[in-house]
């Protein structure tokens, strides 16, 4: 074997390990891409949603690199990536259009997670349904209704829609309204009822409570009362002061008025003729 021929077997060898060596670098530089996204997760991400719905997350996202540092390693190698890379992109449209739905709940569970707009044991009103959050996954939300079923809604209906959480204000008011007689002095009553939430344990002090006229009815002259509570009280505080608030009315002698209907007669000179024996003669009947 002459000079030549070696040369070129020693260059052609040289420039195959070349090769090599720059797939296993680009392998090894996504390699430790992917632990460091990992750890990263781990360390923001992790903390932040509960073990079960981490755990795919993080081995979804680190697969994926993995798998693409793999796809990239190739190339310098001289595979044909154009075919595979059509194909799996092919693959990829398919999949997406017949999991769209999937995704698209999957991706709005992540974000719900993140950003936390409810928690479990949170009291909130979603998509028409109020009650009580007992779960929340990857893909869906269960919601326990006021009257005890569990409703199960698609996270990405939750995360497109209203979420009014009743616990994440530091209070919450408390409104009703109740009747008083139109011989009622108003100043009175108002701060008879503002007395009465003021003594209740549960009603706070500032915002303080307050009491004024919302309205005059046909019976009655129409009060709205309003007191804060904390958000973890709030039905057991309503439920207290409108059962007792009759009794501090009754105590103050404010009466709360029965519906009635008072008749006017205008032309008092003309006489009002009954006949009482029709009367009499259905009483018999």
């Known amino acids: 074997m002459d ?12 420039s195959r390990v070349e090769t090599i060596a720059t797939s296993i670098i680009i392998f090894v530089a996504g390699l430790l891409l992917a632990y460091f996204i990992r750890n990263t997760m781990r360390r923001s991400l992790k903390p932040r949603i509960p073990p079960h719905v981490y755990r795919p997350i993080e081995l979804l996202v680190f697969y994926s690199l993995l798998f693409l540092a793999g796809v990239a390693a190739l190339y ?3 595979v044909n990536l154009s075919a595979l890379l059509v194909a799996g992109g092919f693959a990829g449209i398919v999949i997406g259009l017949a999991a769209q739905n999937t995704l698209g709940n999957l991706v709005s569970g992540v974000m719900l997670l993140i950003e936390q707009p409810l928690r479990i044991g949170d009291p909130v009103s979603v998509s028409g349904v109020s009650g009580v959050v007992v779960g929340i996954n990857v893909f869906s939300t ?12 698609p996270n990405n209906t939750v995360f497109n829609n209203v979420i009014t959480n009743y616990v994440r204000m530091k209070a919450r008011r408390v409104e009703f309204t109740i009747s008083v007689h139109y011989d009622t002095d108003i100043g009175k009553a108002v701060e008879v009822l503002k007395e009465f939430m003021a003594n209740h344990p549960l009603c706070l002090v500032n915002p303080g409570p307050e009491a004024f006229v919302d309205s005059y009815g046909d019976s009655g002259i129409i009060l709205k009362v309003r007191c804060w509570a904390p958000p973890q009280a709030w039905f057991a505080t309503k439920v207290d002061l409108q059962t007792r608030v009759k009794e501090a009315l009754d105590k103050a002698g404010i009466k709360i008025p029965y519906p009635q209907l008072d008749l006017h007669l205008v032309d008092q000179e003309t006489p009002l003729k009954v006949d009482l024996g029709k009367c009499g003669e259905g009483a018999q009947d």
């Open 3 to 14: 000079g030549g021929a070696l040369d070129k077997i020693l260059s052609g060898l040289k």
């Open 76 to 78: 310098p190698l001289g």
């Open 142 to 153: 269960r919601i326990r209704s006021w009257d005890g079923p569990v409703v199960r809604i």
